[in-house]
């Protein structure tokens, strides 16, 4: 099984700027879809960003303009670049991916906190 590591995480002040990144323990193109959730305290996790194995990205709305998702197969690394980043961000942010026969794998999380 392909285990995925996040890092990146942090403190940031509204305004500022994190790069996440989600590490793979094999090959990424082993998942059709990648992806970057969130989960804040006392909600529910939500889809950020999404990327196929294709390229081709999705986005919540809240996170259009601001986010945005890319990889590097040759590092077997998935990324979320996050800009004028809003105290609404702060979550824990995970990394999945999607592999053809369904099977779903999850990154331990990382936090990201934005607050002045």
């Known amino acids: 099984q392909v285990q995925l590591v996040e890092s990146g995480g942090g403190s940031v002040q509204p305004g500022g700027s994190l790069r996440l990144s989600c590490a793979a323990s094999?090959?990424?193109?082993?998942?059709?879809?990648m992806g970057w959730y969130r989960q804040a305290p006392g909600k529910q996790r939500e889809l950020v960003a999404v990327?196929?194995?294709?390229?081709?990205?999705n986005y919540a709305n809240s996170v259009k303009g601001r986010f945005t998702i890319s990889r590097d197969n040759t590092k077997n690394t998935v990324y979320l670049q996050m800009n004028s980043l809003k105290s609404e961000d702060t979550a824990v942010y995970y990394c999945?991916?999607?592999?053809?026969?369904?099977?779903?794998?999850w990154g331990q999380g990382t936090q990201v906190t934005v607050s002045s």
């Open positions: 990327i196929s194995r294709s390229g081709s990205t």
């Open positions: 094999g090959s990424i193109s082993s998942f059709v879809v």
């Open positions: 999945n991916g999607v592999m053809a026969g369904g099977d779903v794998n």
